[in-house]
Every structure is written in C-alpha cells, then in structure tokens.
C-alpha cells in the first residue's frame, strides 16, 4: 500500500518558472491538504480538498493554484516561482476531516528557488 | 500571539529518561489534540490523539490536555534513540462541517546512547 506518493522529491527552480508538484493516494481518501515547511516554522496550510471538484484556500495560498479533478490525485502548482517559496512541501490525505483522525502524508519535495 | 506556541528546542538527554514536550494555546475553540513525529527528511506520522482534556497512554507516551490552561504536554518514558526526531503539537476545530490542523513550530528531541 504506497499511501501518499509526491513527485518530484527535490527540484531546483529559477525566479520566475512554474512548475507543478504531484500528489497521489491511494487510500481513498476524500480530504486533501498542501502544506508548506519552513525552517522553524511549523507546517502552513496551503490548499486543502474535500472531494473531487472541491478546494478552498488555507493560511498561505498566493502564489499558488490546486485542482482536484479525481479522488486520488491532488497538484499544486506554482506560477512565477520566488525565492519565498523555497520550502519543504507536504501533500496529505484523511478518511474524515482532521479533527477526529489522522493525516496521511507524503515524503515532502524539496523545492529551492534561485 | 501565535495561536499556538511550541519551544524548537533541540532538547537533549540520555537514553532511558523521561522526555516531557509541551504546546499551549490561545484558541479556546481547539477541542482535538494531535502529536505527531517527524524523522529527518520524512513526512509527519500521527502518534497520540486526544480530545477534551485528560491523560491518554499508548506504551510509553503518554498525552495530557488541560483545556483550563490552554496547555498539552507528551511524556516519553524510558526514552530511546529511536526517539530522536521533531515532535510537533498539533489542534483542530470543528468549522462548518470540516476542519484542519494548525500546527505547532516542532520540538528537535536528541536521545543520546
């Protein structure tokens, strides 16, 4: 069971590219999230699901974008990289919403803009 | 105030003692509390749930709530070098229907052999 699976783990980008970062599961799972690790900072939430079609914006979403098209598969995609969004990126699923059950997340990709 | 406050450490000590880690709040509508545990270069993974206040054990850990003084603790006894990762606090509410975490900023724990 491979749970949460991001794409690409590491990845240099330039000021100004985009890219867009994978986030598969395969549990199922209705309940999305993107969060963002800084340096002693904690995790921020970016964007999060709660089904197909369904997304809303959490604690840091400028300069983001998320579509959610299948159950399983949930991208984050960042337009016109800056330096700020050098960060570590957790993508993460749950059964039921978050108050009451566990996360599931992702290995992280580490994305270092220059 | 950040809503919730977390010491970075890193907090080191020798095998076998007993680890206390700590989070308070300001969010009096936080009801469910959440540690989990990230090893270096790894995503977080759940490691003791709690809603209201009380004490919960599972093996060694043990979590205590105390919503009076917005506070949550996690002791780790007999503690092992297999302890040593980020712990990291974490608090929901219950918000039209859904919900999600705020996070605390993670305590580094070191157990040395």
């Known amino acids: 069971n491979a749970g949460v699976t991001q794409t690409p783990k590491f990845r240099i980008l330039k000021i100004g590219q985009s890219m867009t970062l994978q986030c598969t599961q395969d549990m199922n799972h209705n309940y999305m999230y993107w969060y963002r690790q800084d340096p002693g900072m904690g995790l921020k939430l970016i964007y999060y699901s709660v089904g197909a079609g369904i997304t809303d914006k959490g604690e840091v979403p400028n300069g983001y974008n998320v579509s959610r098209s299948t159950t399983e598969d949930f991208p984050l995609r960042l337009e016109l990289a800056a330096p700020s969004q050098t960060s570590v990126y957790f993508c993460?699923?749950?059964?039921?919403?978050?108050?009451?059950?566990?996360?599931?997340f992702g290995q992280g990709t580490r994305l270092t803009v220059v | 105030q950040k809503e919730v406050e977390q010491d970075p450490g890193p907090l080191s000590v020798p095998e076998g003692a007993i680890v206390s880690l700590n989070c308070t709040y300001s969010n009096s509508a936080f009801q469910y509390f959440m540690w989990y545990r990230q090893y270096s270069r790894k995503g977080p993974e759940l490691l003791m749930y709690?809603?209201?206040?009380g004490n919960k054990e599972d093996g060694r850990f043990t979590a205590q709530v105390d919503k009076s003084s917005k506070y949550i603790s996690l002791f780790i006894r007999d503690s092992q070098p297999s302890d040593s990762a980020t712990y990291l606090c974490a608090m929901s509410e219950v918000d039209r229907g859904y919900s999600t975490l705020t996070f605390g900023k993670g305590t580094m724990l070191l157990v040395s052999p």
């Open positions: 709690t809603y209201s206040s």
């Open positions: 993460a699923s749950s059964y039921r919403p978050l108050a009451d059950t566990e996360a599931f």
